[in-house]
């Protein structure tokens, strides 16, 4: 079992930049690869990154390319999503996701934290 537990969600301001951070409760998640998703009030929850276990590749969804970077910190069992430029439809609670099979979608993930909400304001 691995319990992951997201910080960071605040409000700010459009053009500013948050850090969210994921962190787990087993040191198995340095054998996962990592995942950020995220909700918007009335939409489903879709893929923004993605890291593999040893950081060594990511993926990220077209609307947050050379905006978002994920990294991680296996050694103290901890994710990030750097966020700058933000924009106002970058709304919504934000979910942090690990798995052995996990990718781009949320079906490969078996561990997920409970959310940490970003608002972006205009």
């Known amino acids: 079992q691995v319990q992951l537990v997201e910080s960071g969600g605040e409000l700010v301001q459009a053009g500013g930049s948050l850090r969210l951070s994921c962190t787990a409760s087993?040191?198995?998640?340095?054998?996962?690869?990592m995942g950020w998703f995220r909700q918007a009030p009335g939409k489903e929850r879709e893929f923004v990154a993605a890291?593999?276990?040893?950081?060594?590749?990511?993926a990220y969804a077209n609307s947050v390319k050379g905006r978002f970077t994920i990294s991680r910190d296996n050694a103290k069992k901890t994710g990030y999503l750097q966020m700058n430029s933000l924009k106002p439809e970058d709304t919504a609670v934000y979910y942090c996701?690990?798995?052995?099979?996990?990718?781009?979608?949320?079906?490969?993930?078996?561990?997920w934290g409970q959310g940490t909400q970003v608002t972006v304001s205009s």
């Open positions: 996701a690990a798995g052995l099979t996990g990718w781009a979608t949320a079906a490969g993930y078996g561990y």
């Open positions: 087993s040191r198995t998640f340095s054998s996962y690869a």
């Open positions: 890291i593999s276990w040893s950081g060594g590749s990511t």
